[in-house]
């Protein structure tokens, strides 16, 4: 378990567990991600994950920091650089943390840039080829 992370079975319940600014940036993020393209959300590894052919995305949010990341976000770091290479795939992550925020522009742009990647590309969670 994950410090600060929510238990949740539901995305409402997760949020539900939030409050001051972690509670904001979440629900910021999660209406930015909503509004750019029709994604599947889902709280899977304890946080919320958003499906489109495959992961596409996470937004979790800890005790000390919220995370905005991507599956293939190391092909989306020319339009946000605070995107971090880290962990399996191509996997990129974003740390928020009390007073920070990504812009619902930014936002849309990268939504719409890692869909349009998982569409191209095919499902980042399986060996391409």
Same mark, same amino acid.
């Given at each position: #378990?994950?410090?600060?992370?929510?238990?949740?079975?539901?995305?409402?319940?997760?949020?539900?567990?939030?409050?001051?600014?972690?509670?904001? &940036?979440?629900?910021?993020?999660?209406?930015?991600?909503?509004? &750019?393209? %029709?994604?599947?959300?889902?709280?899977?590894?304890?946080?919320?994950?958003?499906?489109?052919?495959?992961?596409?995305?996470?937004?979790?949010?800890?005790?000390?920091?919220?995370?905005?990341?991507?599956?293939?976000?190391?092909?989306?770091?020319?339009?946000?650089?605070?995107?971090? %290479?880290?962990?399996?795939?191509?996997? &990129?992550? #974003?740390?928020?943390?009390?007073?920070?925020?990504?812009?619902? &522009?930014?936002?849309?742009?990268?939504?719409?840039?890692?869909?349009?990647?998982?569409?191209?590309?095919?499902? %980042?969670?399986? %060996?391409?080829?």
């Amino acid at each position: #378990m994950i410090p600060g992370a929510p238990k949740a079975d539901t995305p409402d319940d997760y949020l539900a567990q939030l409050d001051g600014w972690r509670l904001a &940036a979440v629900e910021a993020l999660r209406a930015a991600v909503k509004a &750019a393209a %029709p994604l599947d959300e889902r709280i899977k590894w304890t946080h919320l994950v958003y499906f489109s052919n495959g992961p596409v995305l996470l937004i979790r949010a800890e005790a000390e920091r919220v995370l905005f990341g991507f599956w293939r976000g190391k092909r989306l770091r020319h339009i946000e650089p605070r995107l971090k %290479p880290g962990g399996k795939f191509e996997l &990129a992550t #974003m740390v928020l943390r009390a007073g920070e925020a990504v812009d619902s &522009a930014r936002a849309t742009e990268l939504v719409r840039a890692a869909v349009a990647l998982n569409h191209e590309i095919g499902d %980042p969670s399986k %060996p391409s080829g």
